[in-house]
């Protein structure tokens, strides 16, 4: 199994964050960070089996507020819980599929 984790930058969050700082945090912004999982396995020699998952997390600076639903987390945590459901997403596919024995 070879899996990889991108992180897609948003081509307007440097902007985002330099307007926020120079409002010394009065405009509200949130910015969305974009990862996406590629992954593929092979068992014996079935052919190989690609997958790709999506996935977000949202940041906010400033007097912003996030999506409705969420819990603030701090980055570290909110990443590992993105990791942990790209992980899991290919897991029950694969499982699902019959290709993990």
Known sequence: M?????????????????ATGLSFGLARTMVTDRYELHASYQV??????????RHAMHSTIGNAKGPE???PQDTQSAFKKVFEQLSLNLLTELSVEGALQ
Do not use: M
Not at 47 to 53: F, G, I, N, R
């Open 69 to 71: 639903g969420l819990q």
């Open 44 to 53: 014996d020699d079935r052919a190989p089996l690609h997958k790709t998952y």
């Open 2 to 18: 070879s899996v990889t984790v991108n992180y897609l930058v948003e081509k307007d969050a440097t902007a985002k964050g330099f």
